[in-house]
């Protein structure tokens, strides 16, 4: 089930790493920040863009929500989640870490997610029911089942410190190693074995929804800090499953 969805998705990957590889190596990115200080560039605005006209065009019922031009997140139907650039400020930075995500949801479940990571030559991609693979390899979240042993990714720390200062002090000194290795990068991490947790404390749905989908396809869990589901606006616990709720206990103290 979604094959059909997905060869799009992919599709749609592979016109946005055209678009957005193409401005990154080039000279004169335009740059600007939003109202809300985020920054914005115009490889965002043109493969989200690129992306609204080809689901129109092949999906005329489906919807589509983006970062940068919105859209309707409803419980009904089907709608395209799109992030044209996870990462802008990495992308604005000439860092490599950057990436197309794409997820689709029918009546209120995400059902499909694809992470394209077109700098590092990475894609993740998952279809409930069907597995998750990283260019075409199955991948499976790890077996490590002693925090001590576990390897833990992190956004960034500020938020954290404020609402959460005792767990993740707790988890840091806990954990064999901690790497900041943000936004979609550490939840493809996860997902793929090489790390067992990754933790950011507020993402909208764009952020989450095509990880979320490949993380939980490849056998880890994907919840709130409080243990609740993800949800637009709050924050995002990726896991390998066997440690997700050592993990919670701790970070709530």
Request: glycine share 14%; no cysteine; aromatic share 8%.
């Amino acid at each position: 089930m979604y094959q059909h969805e997905l060869a799009f998705a992919n599709g749609l990957a592979d016109r946005s790493a055209d678009i957005g590889y193409g401005l990154f190596h080039g000279d004169g990115l335009e740059i600007r920040r939003k109202a809300d200080r985020t920054v914005v560039t115009q490889a965002d605005i043109s493969i989200e863009a690129m992306v609204r006209e080809q689901v129109a065009a092949a999906f005329p019922d489906d919807h589509v929500l983006g970062e940068e031009e919105g859209g309707d997140d409803r419980s009904t139907g089907r709608v395209w989640i799109v992030d044209p650039i996870d990462a802008t400020a990495n992308y604005a930075r000439g860092i490599p870490i950057w990436a197309t995500l794409i997820a689709l949801q029918v009546d209120g479940d995400l059902v499909l997610g694809l992470v394209s990571a077109p700098a590092i030559g990475e894609r993740y991609e998952a279809v409930r029911g069907g597995g998750a693979r990283m260019n075409g390899r199955v991948i499976r979240v790890s077996e490590i089942d002693r925090l001590a042993d576990a390897q833990l990714f992190w956004g960034g720390m500020g938020t954290w410190l404020d609402r959460f200062r005792d767990g993740v002090l707790d988890l840091m000194q806990s954990a064999s190693r901690t790497r900041g290795f943000g936004d979609f990068w550490g939840h493809a991490l996860v997902a793929r074995g090489a790390g067992e947790a990754m933790m950011e404390p507020e993402l909208n749905i764009w952020d989450y929804a095509a990880f979320q989908v490949v993380v939980e396809e490849a056998g880890g869990r994907v919840t709130q800090v409080d243990g609740s589901p993800t949800r637009h606006g709050g924050s995002a616990v990726s896991s390998n499953g066997v440690l997700h709720d050592e993990i919670l206990e701790r970070l709530s103290g």
